[in-house]
């Protein structure tokens, strides 16, 4: 006859027929029973003149208990069963004599659950159990999800389409990508915050574009008041890029010119998150901090939108600005680890981002570095603590092949829940950042010449160490030729030493394609020089 599973058991005496189902039911703990002894992890206790209680689980049935209880003495059972209510917490029990006499308790560790595993207790050894399982469950409730990932690839198929032709600077296509954004600004609830008029848009003219034009370039700002008397003049800032390189001004790395730029990761996505975040938080209590949503135009000629609104926005200027957070190019995280650069601008952003993390399950990682990478530059230069939310590099940055199709849809919905969660924390925050202080040689950047000759290397852009490190290297590159492979460190091209990603970007500044240059780099902290041939970027 098999034990019951449907309930609670306790068998009884060590001579019972189903003691050895019970002495089964204990391998997954540090205990032996045998006809002369119990060990129970590294003591051993005779029978002899002995009573134990031994409880497990039943093995068939996880949530009912199988509990012994044998003695040696018949006379100590009365007085076991005085005490055994006293020792209800316990796994184990062992008594000495008729009164008895506890002689030793504990409690046995959890063992095949999801939240445990036991570590190899020295060198060479095996972890004596395996990660447990939770059984499926239906959920108590079914919570409607905060942010949708259709409506996000709705706009990011929106923006990148053929229709809008890349985006380009002064073109229709950045025009009705203006209109749509500012619709959608509307519709989510935020109150138009971009010019005199009472609209969304934030207007100056400029000139660019291939061939040179003159535009009305414009932002597109909306808001959600403060609800603190004295805090709702101050804001913080949410921003992404909406346009693009339309056929590829003023930089493609596509070896054809002249085909439409979609941008969908760079920086659609960005926008797609902007919005939802928007709709979101609107539905919400009011933040005590006024929180302000940017779509910037101009970021790919030099960062001109988010300039402007550092040096013309009168309502919520940047000097009551507590934080800015971008979005841009945030796409494709996948099984990548969310960016934060510029997380070296307050020195709390490490410490908030790790806490933001724990909340939502991103798996985050903040880079401190300075890097001259998007729109938060322009506020990072204004003394506004700053960053960038960036799901990594590939290789359709700047080409035409960056398409909708590419984009991690579940992504984007862990980018805008870990956004969500760092606006609101700034929002309602006491005091602000700790800004870092800026140097005297970054405090007044130079304009920034643009580089012409290519490796084709694809920067780590999370390691902090000395020297730059490769995440990868393009297909049919200088730097696949010259055998560069992921995890490979540059430390020095020619006779310069490369200490950061911002030392090698600066040296291939001052080179031109058909350069033929000398690499440096550490492959498993071995040093090894070879010679490239630069190409066109």
């Known amino acids: 006859m098999e034990l019951p599973g449907d309930r609670a058991l306790t068998i009884v005496g060590w001579e019972n027929r189903y003691l050895a189902d019970v002495v089964a039911s204990l391998a997954g703990y540090d205990v032996e029973v045998d006809k002369e002894a119990v060990r129970i992890n590294r003591s051993t206790i005779s029978r002899k003149d002995h009573c134990f209680v031994l409880t497990t689980r039943l093995p068939d049935n996880r949530d009912a208990a199988l509990s012994l209880i044998a003695a040696d003495l018949p006379e100590s059972l009365p007085g076991l069963a005085t005490k055994l209510p006293h020792y209800h917490k316990y796994s184990y029990l062992a008594f000495m004599g008729t009164e008895p006499a506890n002689v030793a308790k504990g409690r046995w560790p959890v063992v095949a659950s999801p939240l445990t595993v036991f570590l190899p207790a020295g060198e060479g050894e095996t972890a004596r159990a395996e990660m447990g399982k939770l059984a499926p469950r239906e959920p108590l409730a079914d919570i409607e999800p905060v942010f949708s990932k259709e409506r996000m690839m709705q706009t990011v198929c929106f923006l990148s389409s053929d229709d809008l032709g890349g985006r380009g600077f002064g073109t229709p296509g950045l025009d009705k990508a203006a209109e749509y954004v500012a619709k959608e600004f509307k519709e989510a609830g935020l109150l138009p915050a971009g010019g005199k008029e009472g609209g969304f848009f934030q207007n100056w003219e400029d000139v660019g574009g291939d061939p040179t034009r003159a535009a009305t370039i414009k932002n597109v700002v909306g808001v959600i008041p403060g609800a603190k008397p004295e805090m709702r003049t101050q804001s913080v800032v949410v921003g992404a890029h909406y346009d693009h390189l339309g056929l590829g001004w003023p930089e493609t790395r596509d070896k054809t010119p002249g085909k439409i730029h979609p941008g969908a990761d760079d920086n659609a996505s960005g926008v797609a998150v902007l919005i939802e975040l928007a709709r979101g938080l609107a539905k919400g209590p009011r933040p005590d901090r006024t929180i302000v949503f940017v779509a910037f135009a101009g970021e790919e000629a030099g960062k001109r939108g988010s300039k402007y609104y550092v040096a013309k926005e009168r309502r919520y200027p940047v000097r009551d600005c507590i934080g800015m957070v971008n979005l841009d190019t945030v796409g494709r995280l996948g099984k990548n680890k969310l960016l934060v650069l510029g997380a070296g601008s307050a020195r709390e952003w490490v410490h908030v981002f790790r806490g933001v993390g724990f909340v939502t399950g991103v798996d985050i990682e903040t880079v401190s570095a300075e890097l001259d990478s998007s729109d938060q530059k322009s506020f990072q230069d204004a003394g506004v603590p700053s960053v960038q939310l960036f799901s990594g590099p590939h290789l359709d940055y700047h080409r035409?092949?960056?398409?909708?199709?590419?984009?991690?849809?579940?992504?984007?919905?862990?980018?805008?829940?870990?956004?969500?969660?760092?606006?609101?924390?700034?929002?309602?925050?006491?005091?602000?950042?700790?800004?870092?202080?800026?140097?005297?040689?970054?405090?007044?950047?130079?304009?920034?010449?643009?580089?012409?000759?290519?490796?084709?290397?694809?920067?780590?852009?999370?390691?902090?160490?000395?020297?730059?490190?490769?995440?990868?290297?393009?297909?049919?590159?200088?730097?696949?030729?010259?055998?560069?492979?992921?995890?490979?460190?540059?430390?020095?091209?020619d006779n310069t030493a490369i200490e950061s990603l911002k030392d090698f970007s600066n040296v291939l500044k001052t080179l031109k394609p058909g350069d033929k240059i000398s690499i440096t780099f550490l492959r498993e902290k071995r040093e090894i020089t070879t010679e490239v041939v630069l190409v066109e970027r």
């Open 400 to 493: 035409s092949t960056d398409t909708a199709d590419k984009i991690d849809a579940d992504g984007l919905v862990k980018v805008a829940s870990a956004t969500k969660e760092i606006v609101e924390f700034l929002a309602g925050r006491e005091g602000p950042l700790s800004a870092a202080a800026k140097s005297p040689d970054t405090a007044e950047p130079s304009p920034k010449a643009r580089r012409k000759a290519s490796l084709g290397t694809i920067p780590d852009f999370a390691y902090s160490g000395k020297g730059f490190r490769l995440s990868g290297t393009a297909p049919g590159s200088p730097a696949e030729a010259a055998g560069l492979k992921q995890g490979d460190v540059i430390i020095k091209i």
